[in-house]
């Protein structure tokens, strides 16, 4: 994505919260004439030994499912809180609309999760990240009615290779930071997130 030094991520570290706590993301593919495809999904963000690994699983019926396992090149995209800005921020005239956000894009090689007993798992990672209370509900389910869900869906692992933190909280403009503090604690829940990073990264 378009990413002005000013804007990138401060740190690994709120990278990676911002897609634990944004974790509904979006996953682009390109298919074999080279057209994106997306589909919005859940996913299971890990960081083990300094691995990113994004988890997720789709539909079989998907065909994103096909690109997926001809390697096609896949993105899968974050986006934390966001909002519009008024240019009543500044203190002069010559100023204009924009908005503020907060996005993690991701990349990297992704690998299908095909034992039964992975998929599971991944299953109940999403459980106890969603509703912990469900996984003994899902555990007593009858193995059959199991082995039918899981395959229904096609499970992936996506290795990230790059990340690009994008916080535009208009760090190059300081001359309207007091007035957008006061705005966002008055807005929205997504102003008040914006006001809350602004805060953070000491904006």
Known sequence: MYLPKHFESPDRALTLE????????????????????????????????????????????????????????????????????SPKVYPDLKRVPTWNYIAVHAYGPVE???????????????????????????????????ETMLGAIAAFRMTVARLEGKFKLNQHRKEAHAMMKVGYAAGTPDEQALGHWMERLGL
């Open 18 to 85: 911002v897609m634990r706590e944004h974790s509904f993301a979006t996953l682009t593919s390109a298919d074999a004439d080279g057209v994106p495809f997306a589909t919005h999904l859940p996913v299971v963000v890990s960081d083990t030994e300094g691995t990113v690994a994004l988890h997720f699983h789709l539909a079989r019926a998907n065909p994103q499912v096909a690109m997926l396992r001809d390697g096609r090149a896949s993105m899968m995209a974050f986006l934390g809180p966001h909002a519009y800005l």
């Open 112 to 146: 299908e999760i095909t034992e039964a007993h992975r998929k599971d798992a991944l299953l109940k990672s999403l459980i106890a990240l969603h509703e912990p209370h469900y996984a003994q509900q899902w555990m007593n389910l009858d193995e059959k009615f199991q």
